[in-house]
């Protein structure tokens, strides 16, 4: 049995003869189990999802469509033996068809097959799967709304399959049959840049370099006629390229083994680029700063000069007295970020102020894209900067930048910029306790959109996201699985730095089910991804506060090196040394004049060192700044958010405080 939902909701039997599926409300019973992916459906569900206002026997007439349904699907089915596709679990129905036996399904997993695959199995293997299409995915289940996220993502992954198969077609030297199929893809799909480029490209390749640059000059138009967007980097790349007629432009070059080494083939590049952009100051300023992006997720060395060269390029180009090229600089930085501490905090603020500079000075209307990406940059980089009172105004600024940020992106539909944006969203949900939920809703939205559209390095940040937010709820096993998925994503996309968490998640991991003597040791082992990370802002502390926190778990004496070798956690840790030496008196002194800690991954586990301090000295003022900062997380685990480490449960905290006295007057 074959079930199709790539056009009208359908079914055919194994001789391919169509499968009567009665009426509209089974059709969309069996669409609503095909968009659940063999996942259990409750009846209650069904029965919210087919009316808008149930009649009263709704939940008999479920149960009458999946018996209709099941003799449809299974006509030869014996007499009171249980069905094997449509088939009946806990509350609910669900489709447990073979993954080649749904078109959606079978489409999904053509195209990430063919993922990594040359240009020859690409070509043919996606032009197979796109002939699984008979129209608009779930066509005749109207605009319900539990099909519109699973339509909208066929649709885009449809879109994608196109171009890839068309890239692929140029690659093999089939330029000219592809410039059909390409112009009818841009007239009904005109915001896709891809499609233009590869448009233009055919058409390159097939000795047609005028009607080239008349697409490029078309795709512009269009852009900033239906969006307000000027055409991105590589477009405007490729018009620089045809124009000069540049010799890539003509294919590909020899195969493995008649070309040139990999360093060859590097400094050749490198010299042409500086040939090329020697004279031209905007372009190069411009094109640096995404060269810096690239280096940046090597990690190391490579992240630090990253930083370095781009505060550099953005001064460039500020003195250049052009706001627009010095957005573009600002802006083609979007490296995911999901540790909330800068590696740099002087750096970050000058950076912040130069994006605030450039907005003032943008023209009034357009420009849209880039005011969304010098927001986020705002968000992004104010990361850690909350400050400590949460009614202070200059809260404002990052929190509004992120929002505004997110509702541009929303409505241009771009998926990359949205990405970026909801990174600076991520950055500025510390404005209190508790909100691990929240996050979770922003990695898994970055997930869903990073893997419909391809960008990875997106999806490593969702995954990061999830897997911190999944260890607050004490969700191991969910952790675990986005862990994985980002330790694949990033061998396969060469991204060393995404082990640096993982390796400490699983430390983390083994803190929270192993015995001690694990856990000191896992977190040792951690510590020495952290000396060649390039990031001191995650590094710097981390170590000594993992130990103290397995030692505080579990009962053993304090120990840890001096407090100023504890870096940004010294004065939520002191309290707590001083009271492990014996100097109850001193450590009283300290908690007294203890600051809120900032709002970032680790606020709820400096509360609870402070916690555990004011518990041991009764000091009851400091007890009650503790309480009320850790109540909104009474449900999460004590700095598992972090993704790195754990003191135990909020609610443990919260007990020992409510022990301590309040004052009396």
């Known amino acids: 049995m074959e079930i199709g939902v790539l056009g009208a909701v359908a079914a055919w039997d194994e001789d391919g003869g169509p499968v009567a599926l009665k009426g509209p409300r089974h059709r969309a019973v ?19 999802d087919l009316w808008d206002e ?36 806990g509350p609910g129905y669900a489709l447990r ?21 040359g240009p020859e199995r690409v070509a043919a293997g996606l032009a197979e799967a796109l002939g699984w299409w008979r129209g608009p995915a779930y066509a005749d289940v109207g605009d319900a709304r539990w099909a519109r996220t699973e339509r909208t993502r066929l649709t885009e992954l449809r879109l994608h399959a196109v171009e890839r198969r068309a890239e692929a077609r140029i690659a093999l030297g089939e330029g000219a049959a592809a410039v059909a199929d390409l112009d009818a893809h841009v007239t009904e799909h005109p915001w896709r840049e891809d499609a233009w480029r590869l448009l233009a490209l055919a058409l ?15 795709a512009r138009a269009l852009l900033r006629e239906r969006l307000g967007v000027d055409p991105g980097p590589r477009l405007r790349r490729l018009e620089e390229d045809v124009l000069r007629q540049a010799a890539h432009l003509e294919g590909p070059g020899p195969g493995p083994g008649t070309g040139s080494r990999v360093d060859d083939v590097w400094h050749e590049a490198t010299a042409a680029y500086e040939s090329v952009l020697a004279a031209r100051a905007r372009t190069r300023l411009e094109s640096t700063a995404g060269l810096m992006r690239d280096l940046a997720v090597t990690g190391g060395g490579g992240l630090e000069a990253a930083r370095r060269h781009r505060v550099a390029a953005v001064a460039a180009a500020e003195g250049l007295g052009d706001p627009e090229l010095t957005a573009r600089v600002i802006g083609v930085f979007d490296v995911p970020a999901v540790w909330t501490r800068s ?17 003032a000075r943008l023209p009034a209307e357009g420009q849209d894209a880039t005011r969304c990406r010098l927001l986020a940059t705002v968000a992004v980089e104010s990361r850690g900067a909350l400050p400590t009172d949460p009614a202070a105004g200059a809260a404002a600024r990052p929190l509004r930048a992120a ?35 929240r996050r979770d809703a922003i990695g898994a939205e970055v997930v869903a959109l990073a893997a419909r559209h391809g960008l990875a390095r997106y999806e490593v940040l969702g995954r990061l996201v999830r897997m911190q937010a999944r260890c607050a709820v004490a969700d191991l096993a969910g952790a675990d699985r986005h862990a994985a998925a980002a330790d694949a994503l990033a061998e396969r996309h060469d991204l060393p730095l995404v082990q640096v968490f993982t390796t400490w998640y699983r430390a983390l991991r083994t803190a929270m089910t192993g015995p001690p003597d694990a856990a000191l040791a896992a977190y040792e082992a951690a510590g020495a991804r952290l000396r060649d990370a390039g990031m001191p802002g995650l590094t710097e502390g981390l170590l000594p506060l993992a130990l103290l926190s397995v030692r505080l778990r579990h009962g053993l004496p304090y ?44 606020y709820e586990a400096m509360w609870c060192l402070v916690a555990r301090a ?36 909020v609610t443990e905290h919260l007990d020992l405080l409510a022990a301590v006295p309040p004052r009396r007057w």
Not at 71 to 88: M, N, S
Not at 569 to 585: I, K, M, S, T
Not at 620 to 630: E, F, G, M, N
């Open 30 to 48: 069996l669409a609503r189990l095909v968009v659940a992916h063999r996942r259990v459906v409750p009846v209650a569900r069904l029965v919210e």
């Open 54 to 89: 149930p009649p009263a026997g709704a939940v008999g007439s479920v149960r009458t469509f999946v018996g209709d349904l099941r003799r449809a699907l299974e006509p030869d089915r014996p007499p009171r033996t249980p069905p094997r596709l449509l088939v009946t679990e």
């Open 97 to 117: 068809a073979a993954p080649d036996d749904v078109d959606a399904w079978r489409f999904t997993r053509a195209v990430e097959v063919l993922a990594d695959a």
């Open 204 to 218: 390159y390749r097939s000795g047609r370099q005028g009607d080239a640059l008349s697409v490029l000059r078309r």
């Open 343 to 359: 590696d740099d905090p002087e750096q970050a603020r000058w950076l912040v102020g130069a994006a605030e500079r450039t907005l």
């Open 403 to 437: 929002r505004q940020a997110e509702e541009i992106a929303r409505r241009l539909g771009d998926a990359a910029l949205l990405c970026f944006a909801l990174n600076g969203t991520f950055m500025q949900t510390f404005r209190r306790a508790g909100l691990a939920a």
């Open 559 to 602: 120990e840890g090196p001096p407090v100023e070798d504890w870096g940004p956690y010294a004065p939520w840790v002191r309290p707590l040394l001083l009271l492990g030496e014996g100097r109850p008196e001193e450590a009283a002194r300290a908690l007294a004049g203890v600051p809120s800690p900032p709002r970032d991954l680790m």
């Open 614 to 649: 004011a518990a041991a000295v009764g000091d009851p003022d400091t007890a009650a700044r503790a309480r009320t900062a850790l109540t909104p997380a009474a449900p999460e685990q004590a700095g598992a958010g972090s993704g790195l480490i754990t003191l135990g449960t």
